[in-house]
């Protein structure tokens, strides 16, 4: 949240200063002349840019800076984002639930964590962990599962 919509959260009167990189006349809450308002999100999560690339949440930019410093400091071996898992029954096979982690970590020791970024806990997510801790995790004894809040 920026200093105006601190200051000023019921509105405030846009005060334009021209980007010299893009040459667009943005304001200082990152409102750019001529588009329309951003709809908020539907948990108020702001969507971030980070490195090149937009995160769903400021909370998911800031993870991902950090895994950054943790490959530059040589602690981690890798990191992806958006890692598709898919949760099948056990007994049939049949595909329960596909869930995307937001962030696959691969240790030095070539074991494998995944990180979730969570600001608040819905009953469908509750619903979602226990299914990945219960039958997916058994599966795949060389991933750790991991929820940041």
Avoid at 6 to 11: L, N, S, V
Avoid at 16 to 41: I, S
Avoid at 95 to 105: A, E
């Amino acid at each position: 949240m920026t200093y105006l919509q601190r200051r000023f959260p019921k509105g405030h009167q846009h005060r334009y200063f021209v980007d010299t990189e893009t040459g667009d006349a943005v304001c200082l809450c990152g409102k750019v002349r001529g588009e329309k308002k951003a709809a908020p999100g539907k948990y108020h999560a702001l969507r971030t840019e980070y490195n090149g690339v937009y995160y769903d949440s400021k909370f998911e930019a800031q993870t991902a800076m950090s895994l950054d410093w943790r490959l530059k400091a040589k602690e981690i071996k890798g990191w992806a984002r958006q890692f598709m898992i898919e949760i099948r029954s056990p007994h049939t096979g049949d595909l329960i639930l596909r869930h995307k982690v937001d962030f696959r970590i691969e240790h030095n020791d070539h074991s494998f964590e995944l990180l979730e970024c969570k600001g608040f806990e819905t009953r469908d997510w509750r619903i979602t962990k226990k299914l990945i801790e219960s039958l997916w995790l058994p599966e795949h004894l060389d991933y750790v599962y991991t929820v940041a809040k």
